[in-house]
């Protein structure tokens, strides 16, 4: 397994404690929605993810991509499932931070400090 899919196991993982622990009337639909942003979002969040882990982009530029992403904020598929609105910005919110700290975990750890 490649050190980007540990990633996707490790995100969707974490996506689905979220779920669960701070969406709980909306986990099932929580997991589908982040699946979703994560698998629109994967060849990009593959490329600096790569890019991440080989030194060529910060980690303050690693986390203004991911945050401007915006199949990660797709708010309206969110209300559509029935999430109120303030509830579906803080899920975006939620989805996007768990996306940046998986990928530093996975990527960061793994490099010698320099």
Do not use: H, R
């Given at each position: 397994m490649s050190q980007f899919d540990d990633f996707l196991a490790a995100a969707?993982?974490?996506?689905?404690?979220?779920?669960?622990?701070?969406f709980e009337g909306y986990s099932a639909d929580v997991?589908?929605?982040?699946?979703?942003?994560?698998?629109?979002?994967?060849a990009n969040l593959q490329l600096w993810t790569g890019?991440?882990?080989?030194?060529?982009l910060s980690e303050a530029e690693f986390k203004n991509l991911v945050?401007?992403?915006?199949?990660?904020?797709?708010?309206a598929g969110?209300?559509?499932?029935?999430?109120?609105?303030?509830d579906a910005q803080r899920l975006r919110d939620a989805v996007t931070v768990t996306v940046i700290?998986?990928?530093l975990d996975t990527?960061?750890?793994s490099r010698p400090p320099t």
């Open positions: 969707k993982a974490n996506l689905s404690v979220l779920g669960k622990d701070s997991k589908a929605m982040a699946q979703a942003a994560l698998d629109k979002a994967k890019q991440l882990a080989a030194g060529q945050q401007g992403e915006t199949d990660l904020t797709e708010i969110y209300t559509a499932a029935g999430i109120s609105q303030a700290n998986t990928a990527f960061l750890k």
